[in-house]
């Protein structure tokens, strides 16, 4: 099995009608169709509908998984929820893009990843559903999806070098939500599933200002609802009558999040360049950190041995000749369990010897036991294995 595929797709604010999904299953006989879902793997052959139609005409998420590196996905949001010029900001390539189809924007957003090995093990059909929210967080004007994005694209030069001209060191970021030190699972899970490293991560949240206060309360939000005009509400809850229950949901959030949101600094904007060497930097510290530690770590194992080694030298000095007999009885049962016990102690003896200066008795002993049992090839080669 050299190749494998995962699609997905999802419908969140409407279902598929009968027709539509008729439409759909035109497209596949294999997958698994419902008014909310696609779901199809492959293993030979290849989809052979076009992803982008699909998510204009009919779903709100893709996913896609490809053993060969490359991760997709695409979120498809209304425009007066995610402004498209917001979203040009931060695409870059063919690896952030966006376009308009009638009153939605279509993101596209992909990463590839082709020095690492496919585990067919491996199970994507849990992907989206963790990585879904940042769709809403999007529509309640949260940024940080699109800016995980930029930078896992530029994150990819990293991997690899021909990504980018050397010319784009000196691109700008786009501007910094705030909240990179502090992402929410839903982005986190995007992050992972964009290969974006957690050091370049970290370096970019250091121009990002902390979140507010949280403010989605229900208490918050029972006194911001109260405000609004019964006319208003009327007509939304005509909506949400109507089918549109998830969409009235992020209107309202956006806008709630946008009355309560403070005015926050805009930092200085870094290059690319700036971004990348940092990361690197950082990366090389924290490498040497813990290379420091494992070597401490390793010290302080060896000082624990040794202790435990001279207590159980000074147990062995106080019946030294009980021990010479173990071995024998030991060697006498002719078992290989026995003979590495054997060796084991006499190991531990040896060690004694050397340590209160009575080698040459040590040296004669094991010269009688060598003779003694020289037509024991087993234990003899055991002995040579360790210099005994």
Not at 231 to 252: F, H, I, S
């Amino acid at each position: 099995m050299s190749e494998y595929q995962y699609y997905e797709f999802v419908a969140i604010d409407r279902p598929l009608d009968d027709g539509e999904q008729a439409a759909v299953r035109s497209l596949s006989t294999r997958a698994r169709i419902s008014s909310t879902s696609f779901v199809n793997e492959y293993h030979w052959g290849d989809f052979k509908g076009d992803p982008r139609r699909l998510m204009e005409r009919h779903y709100d998420a893709h996913l896609y998984v490809a053993s060969w590196g490359t991760h997709r996905v695409m979120l498809r949001l209304p425009c007066d929820l995610l402004d498209p010029d917001v979203v040009e900001d931060y695409c870059i390539g063919d690896e952030v893009s966006a376009w308009v189809m009638d009153e939605f924007i279509v993101l596209d957003i992909s990463s590839e990843d082709h020095a690492g090995e496919f585990d067919f093990d491996y199970d994507p059909e849990n992907l989206l559903s963790t990585i879904v929210g940042v769709r809403a967080e999007l529509a309640a004007g949260d940024l940080r999806p699109l800016y995980l994005a930029w930078l896992a694209a530029y994150g990819a030069w990293e991997r690899d070098e021909d990504v980018f001209d050397r010319d784009a060191d000196d691109d700008l970021e786009p501007p910094v939500p705030p909240g990179l030190g502090t992402l929410t699972a839903a982005q986190r899970a995007l992050a992972d599933f964009l290969h974006l490293d957690d050091d370049l991560i970290a370096i970019a949240a250091q121009a990002s200002p902390p979140l507010g206060k949280t403010a989605d309360s229900p208490a918050d939000l029972t006194v911001w609802a109260a405000r609004l005009p019964v006319t208003e509400k009327d007509r939304l809850l005509a909506r949400v009558m109507q089918g549109e229950a998830a969409r009235v949901q992020m209107e309202l959030l956006r806008r709630f999040h946008g009355d309560s949101a403070p005015i926050i600094p805009v930092p200085a904007r870094r290059t690319v360049a700036d971004l990348l060497d940092n990361a690197a930097r950082r990366r090389a510290d924290r490498e040497r950190r813990l290379a420091a530690e494992r070597a401490e770590d390793e010290v302080r194992r060896e000082q624990a041995r040794l202790q435990a080694r001279g207590r159980r030298l000074d147990t062995l000095a106080a019946e030294e000749d009980a021990a010479w007999s173990r071995v024998e009885a030991m060697i006498a049962t002719r078992k290989p369990a026995e003979y590495d016990a054997a060796v084991t102690l006499l190991s531990d003896l040896q060690a004694l010897a050397e340590r209160d200066g009575h080698y040459d008795t040590f040296t004669a002993r094991m010269i009688a036991l060598r003779h003694t049992h020289g037509r024991k090839p087993s234990l003899i080669e055991r002995l040579d294995r360790v210099s005994l």
